[in-house]
């Protein structure tokens, strides 16, 4: 009687443990489906905060699959935040999960285990082995992926998979110029891709094969599998596909220009465009983000202003019941002492609450602030992006038409030997007058010496222009380079506002002008010998354009110093670091 009486209070202890467990269970399933959902909706934020707070909790538990799953989500956080040495700690982590759950290395087993079914083991070496590729850890990066390479073939996503590594490999051998080994693994990647009818991903393997033979400079078969792959989506809208077309139509145009193609400028500007819509979006993305953990902060503080309300009401209830059954003649002494302790603890929460919403107005002001930074920038950008463009369709195309219409009317004058028509010497002198009128608009709107020749000719070129008999410009230039276009473009564009802002305002007879490489930043000192003006003065910016000049150098992690005094001239010290050229195509990473 004793021993059934034993065994059912047994029964009944395991039956309320199970049920715990079970509820345990349950809640991280839900946490861990919150976590992912938010992952999805790109609030990487809100995502990792839980994720992490799900992890800390699992790590002292025996539910494998779940933190396997936990950890492998967390390493995907990090890789879409760009924070690859963390990412591969936690894919790591879920790696190590999934060995233990199997007792077995990934080398000695091929098959997932049944419990975790949602993740398929290659998938999480190319993690690994991309996110190795990325920080320039190409012996790691190669190991991961030839273990996959070396697994079995089970299902469509482990051929993918393999797809993606052997184009990943194709990069890397093709970085070290190992072409022949690139081909072999690029083919083998599009001819898997081409199996499994993965269009987008067998366009994004074709344009890593023709950035191959780019390289080698077979020019004709580069073109040849660029426009094939561009044929494979040029009917798909979806934003991955976009990306891939993004790069295929840059790596085609720069590949027509290295044959002196014309049509290079038409899918040129296919690339920008698209280009252009893609930052849009991720202008959108970067907004939203903020505006949600902005939204989340202030639902901490409320949550925790309302905790706090709550604890100090429970506090004053405890001393009320204790002060009830004190002596009558404490009584008024109490009270007085309770008055006077909520007062002051509500005069401090008043003063936190003002505090706190300081804090956060600050935040959100700076973050106006450097949000209209941003959208000032990418308009200049934009501005610089298109003048770059009508100038080279100028020059290059319309230019090129009126000069050859002259040639054409010069041949035809020699036909009527002397007696030419008064409308032929006519319609001559305006083609003429055209012609010159197009090569001055193409070089107002960007230098044709800085495109051809770089900044310090086209600075020295634009000096030379200004100076006369009333105001003299000093150029002098040191080790100054070749440097990366854009980057050209926009100090061009800068120390032409500074050279506007002294013909305009400064009244100067001198004015010097020192370009400078040093170490990986360009100085440049602009001073002048005009009547200044004061620092001070709260209409500087607006009255003389500097705050683009300061909104530019600030995007480009430069310094701007301005010293001025009326009456004593003024001298402008820029610092911005150096963006060296470039090769002119692009690769992309499948993962």
């Known amino acids: 009687m004793i021993e059934k009486k034993i065994v059912t209070l047994i029964i009944f202890f395991y039956s309320i443990l199970s049920f715990s467990q079970k509820k345990d269970e349950v809640e991280f399933i839900n946490d861990f489906k919150k976590s992912e ?22 790590d002292t538990t025996n539910y494998s699959e779940l933190y396997f799953k936990t950890s492998f989500l967390i390493g995907d956080i990090f890789r879409e935040t760009n924070d690859h040495k963390k990412a591969i700690v936690y894919y790591k982590k879920a790696l190590k999960s999934f060995n233990n759950e199997n007792n077995l290395t990934y080398n000695e087993k091929t098959t997932p285990s049944p419990s975790i079914n949602d993740v398929n083991l290659n998938k999480l070496l190319l993690r690994v082995g991309s996110e190795f590729h990325i920080i320039k850890e190409k012996d790691s990066a190669i190991s991961y992926y030839k273990r996959i390479l070396s697994s079995g073939t089970l299902n469509q996503l482990d051929l993918t998979t393999k797809a993606s590594a052997y184009s990943n490999l194709s990069n890397i051998y093709r970085e070290d110029s190992i072409y022949d080994l690139a081909k072999e693994y690029s083919y083998e990647s599009v001819k898997i891709y081409r199996k499994a009818n993965k269009k987008v991903l067998e366009s994004a393997a074709l344009g890593n094969l023709a950035s191959i033979y780019l390289e080698q400079k077979n020019y004709k078969e580069a073109k040849k599998i660029y426009l094939e792959g561009l044929d494979l989506i040029k009917l798909d809208s979806s934003s991955r596909a976009t990306r891939y077309k993004e790069f295929l139509y840059f790596n085609l145009a720069y590949t027509l220009y290295l044959q002196k193609d014309y ?3 038409d899918y040129q500007e296919k690339s920008y465009n698209i280009k252009d819509d893609l930052r849009d979006v991720e202008i959108r993305r970067i907004v939203d983000e903020i505006y949600t953990k902005h939204e989340l902060n202030l639902e901490k503080e409320k949550t925790a202003l309302v905790e706090e309300q709550r604890k100090l009401k429970e506090a004053q209830e405890a001393k009320a019941s204790l002060l009830f059954g004190a002596l009558s003649i404490l009584v008024l002494i109490i009270s007085g002492i309770v008055i006077y302790n909520y007062k002051l603890r509500q005069k401090n929460l008043k003063l936190k609450l003002s505090e706190s919403n300081l804090i956060q107005q600050q935040n959100i002001e700076k973050l106006k602030s450097e949000a209209q930074v941003k959208i000032l920038n990418a308009t200049i950008d934009g501005k610089e992006t298109e ?4 100038a080279e369709i100028l020059h290059d195309n319309v230019s090129a038409l009126l000069s050859s219409a002259n040639m054409h009317l010069t041949a035809t004058r020699k036909q009527f030997n002397g007696n030419t028509p008064q409308e032929i010497e006519k319609t001559q002198a305006i083609i003429s007058e055209a012609s010159q009128k197009v090569r001055d608009l193409s070089h107002n709107l960007v230098s044709s010496i800085l495109l051809k020749f770089g900044l310090e000719y086209a600075i020295k070129d634009v000096a030379k222009k200004y100076s006369n008999s009333q105001i003299k410009f000093d150029i002098s230039a040191q080790n100054i380079n070749r440097y990366n276009q854009e980057f050209e473009i926009k ?16 009244k100067a007879q001198n004015a010097q002008i020192n370009l400078k490489e040093e170490g990986t930043q360009l100085t440049i000192l602009v001073k002048d010998d005009g009547v200044g003006f004061s620092t001070s003065s709260s ?11 300061e909104a530019r150098i600030h995007v480009m992690n430069g310094k701007l110093t301005i010293n001025s005094k009326e009456n004593s001239g003024t001298s402008v010290h820029i610092s911005v670091p150096i963006i060296k050229q470039e090769k002119n195509f692009k690769l992309t990473s499948v993962s």
């Open 37 to 58: 959902e938010f992952f999805t909706q790109k609030k990487y934020s809100i995502s990792l905060e839980k994720s992490l707070k799900l992890f800390s909790r699992l």
């Open 263 to 265: 049509r290079a400028y």
């Open 387 to 390: 003048r770059k463009l009508i």
């Open 491 to 506: 100090i061009f564009n800068v120390m032409q506002e500074l050279i506007n802002n002294i013909l305009k305002h400064s």
């Open 539 to 549: 209409s500087i910016s607006d009255g003389i354009g500097l705050n683009q000049i």
